[in-house]
Structure formats: structure tokens, C-alpha cells
């Protein structure tokens, strides 16, 4: 504990309260629970018997002396009793003051205040750790929502994919009225024969009209060639 204090006899404090104190503290802390800070009261005449005011990251402990030193009184608050704190600075010092959830208020006051601050940063500190703990990232949750995330991916890829498949069929029928071959075998006959009944405009127009489908991506160049072979010997 002495070098967990080294820190804190740092401003101003007196060493010996601060050894009275922790002595008295050391069969009262729980499992645990470090002391975070000391601040000791400080009047402008002689304080002999000077009231002080411990937080630990578990609770926050008044220490008012009793029988002229030879006892002390602790009134401990829990961290999760706290609604919170604030620190009012003056001439001769400054006070620090922390409301509970019941409604009570404590007040230490005649503090130096540089450490009426640094009590105020640290209860601070321990009321946002009770409003935004920390998430231990190590868990399985993210690689679960990983899996999740992954599979609702699938789907929508998969939805896609079929759509485009069926824009693909529709389209040449659609606007061109070409049917492929292997499908329809026995419209092959029917266009050839459909061929020698058209004049020459009519063939060619249809020509022009098949050209436009390979410029547009809509068929392919070996089915235009075969298409215009078709049209050119009826020309």
C-alpha cells in the first residue's frame, strides 16, 4: 500500500495523516479495492483533528476523527450510489461535494485545491466507468455476428444473381423475337421458309434490324453472321 500512496504524497498532503489514515483503512478495504486518492482538510488556522476524504475504485470514504484523534468515524458510499460530484474553489481553498441517488449531500470543505481537483477527476472517472463499462472485444459475440453478417451477404448476392439470369432470357425474346435453335428446332423450318416469302426491303430491313441486336450486346457475332448468310442468299 505505501507505493500505491507514493503517488498521491505528492500534493501537499501531510504524511503523517495520510499514515494515520491508511492504517485505519488497511482491515476496512475489500477484496480488490485499491485506494485511488486522499484529500485531507486543510483550515486557514491550525487544524489538529482535520476531517478527510478517501475514494478507491469501489466507494468513496469520509474519515471524521472522534475522541480528540484517538478514534475515527468512516461513512463509506458505494460507487453505484453516486448520482455525482463537484468541486467549488474559494480563497482560503475549495470544497468537494457528491450527491447520492437518496438525495443526500456531503460536503468536505477547506480543502487545498489542487486536491479537491484531482478527487473530482477521479470520481469522474468512476461514474463514466459505471455509464459506459467496457466491452470485452475477446468474446464470441463479434465472430457470431461476423457469421451472421456473412450469410446475409450469401442471400443477397444469390437474389441477384437470379435476377440478372432471368433479364438474360427475357431480353432477346422481348425485343428481338429470335429464338436459338436448340430450343426451337421446329421454328427454324418456319423462318426459312418465312425468308423467301419477304421482299428484298423486308430482308434487308431485317438485316439492319439483326445488326442493331449485335451492336446492342443482345446476340452474338457468330449468330449475326449466321443470321445474315441466311438473309443474303434469299437476296
Partial sequence: MIDNLKKILNEDQ??????????????????????????????????????????????????????????????????????GSFVKEGILGADFTFNTKSDLTHTVDYLPKNQARKLYTYAKEQLDL??????????SNPVIAEEITFEEVAEVEEMETEEVTNFAEIIPVEQSGYRDEKQFPD????????????TQDQLFEKLQNYKKLLDNGLILQGEYDKLKNEILSYL
Fill in 187 to 198: 421454328e427454324k423450318l418456319n423462318a426459312e421458309s418465312g425468308l423467301a416469302s419477304l
Fill in 14 to 83: 501531510d504524511p503523517k495523516a495520510i499514515e494515520k489514515i491508511t492504517s485505519k483503512l488497511s482491515n476496512l478495504l475489500m477484496s480488490n479495492e485499491e485506494i485511488g486518492y486522499i484529500a485531507v482538510q486543510k483550515k486557514p488556522a491550525v487544524t489538529i483533528l482535520p476531517d478527510s476524504i478517501v475514494v478507491t475504485n469501489k466507494r468513496i470514504i469520509l474519515c471524521k476523527p472522534k475522541n480528540l484523534g484517538l478514534s475515527m468515524e468512516f461513512v463509506d458510499y458505494d460507487w453505484d450510489d453516486i448520482a
Fill in 130 to 139: 459505471l455509464k459506459n463499462p467496457v466491452v470485452n472485444t475477446t468474446t
